[in-house]
């Protein structure tokens, strides 16, 4: 029991460090792209910046609304965070680094991923506020209907694959990484994940100019910020599995290199590959009316998805080529 506990704090407590320093390069990044400093006044260029927000957020007074569900208000923002960290347990850093392997990684992702819409729907419902209500219920919308273009995705790469264990997909990419073979649905895959995780140029559940700050408008001090952990955490997340299904996983793009260097640089690598592209969307990009985010899943990325889906299966059907 010590043993698994002191694993999972191996594993979380880099993760928030990471997510922490993945806001101060986010706010560097969009400084850097619009011609201004960002962050320089707390420690040198601005390092220790994460930390003293943290504990500002930490300090300050949690505002409850007087009309509010209290205790649903109170629950939402923890079950946000928590179903974030989660997934990471499933995550191979490695060849030989991960809290637990199971074979069925891939339907326990889709699960938890699902789970994440509790926490926002229960927010917006609880924060008796039309705007929040308004928010969460555009977020739920948002990430329901890409969902399922994600999950017939992953079931063209189980279907070539032939198993849900996430480190036997990073092994069968040992010579070929899965983006060569399965371009098109790797650009649906990152641009659904950019769609799941509310961000830029689909983060319409957090529109200011219409919802004033989307499903967590009414939250203040640690509620906002276990939020905000939680949307981070599950960038990083996607991040690391459109490393995973596309890019290889651990194994770096020179096979006999894989001895040389641990498998564990080479994922942090790509991870960081991503989380710099999910920046610069942010900055590069308008955002999308929700008219044209609907249009994009429904017309073009399910139907899409379910032809190559189909495709795949006629010609290791028909070619006698499936892997079971």
């Given at each position: ?34 011609r201004r400093r960002g962050p320089n006044v707390i420690g040198v260029f601005g390092l220790l910046q994460p930390l003293a927000d943290g504990f500002k957020l930490f300090v300050k ?264």
């Amino acid at each position: 029991m010590i043993l698994i506990f002191f694993k999972i704090l191996i594993i979380i407590v880099p993760l928030l460090i990471s997510v922490a320093y993945f806001t101060l390069t986010e706010r560097k990044i969009l400084g850097a792209i619009q011609r201004r400093r960002g962050p320089n006044v707390i420690g040198v260029f601005g390092l220790l910046q994460p930390l003293a927000d943290g504990f500002k957020l930490f300090v300050k007074e949690a505002i409850i609304p007087s009309s509010s569900n209290k205790i649903v208000f109170i629950l939402s923002p923890m079950i946000t965070f928590v179903v974030s960290l989660i997934s990471w347990s499933i995550i191979p850093y490695s060849k030989y680094s991960t809290l637990s392997e199971i074979n069925l990684g891939i339907l326990f992702f889709l699960a938890m991923s699902s789970l994440g819409i509790y926490g926002i729907i229960m927010s917006g419902w609880s924060s008796n506020s039309k705007y929040a209500f308004l928010g969460s219920l555009r977020s739920t919308a948002q990430m329901i209907s890409y969902e399922v273009a994600i999950g017939f995705i992953i079931t063209t790469i189980i279907l070539c694959v032939g198993s849900f264990n996430l480190q036997y997909i990073i092994e069968q990419q040992k010579y070929q990484w899965f983006v060569i073979t399965f371009f098109p649905l790797f650009l649906m895959f990152f641009v659904s994940g950019l769609a799941e995780t509310n961000r830029h140029p689909f983060d319409l559940p957090e529109a200011e100019a219409e919802l004033v700050s989307g499903y967590n408008v009414e939250y203040s001090a640690m509620s906002f910020a276990l939020f905000s952990l939680g949307e981070y955490t599950n960038m990083l997340l996607m991040s690391s599995f459109t490393t995973i299904l596309f890019f290889g996983g651990w194994q770096s793009p020179i096979t006999f290199i894989n001895s040389i260097i641990p498998g564990a640089f080479w994922f942090s690598l790509k991870i960081c590959f991503f989380v710099i592209l999910f920046v610069w969307l942010r900055a590069a990009l308008p955002r999308y009316r929700y008219d044209q985010l609907m249009n994009l899943g429904w017309k073009s990325f399910l139907p899409l998805s379910i032809a190559i889906l189909t495709l795949n299966f006629s010609v290791l059907t028909t070619f006698n080529l499936l892997p079971y």
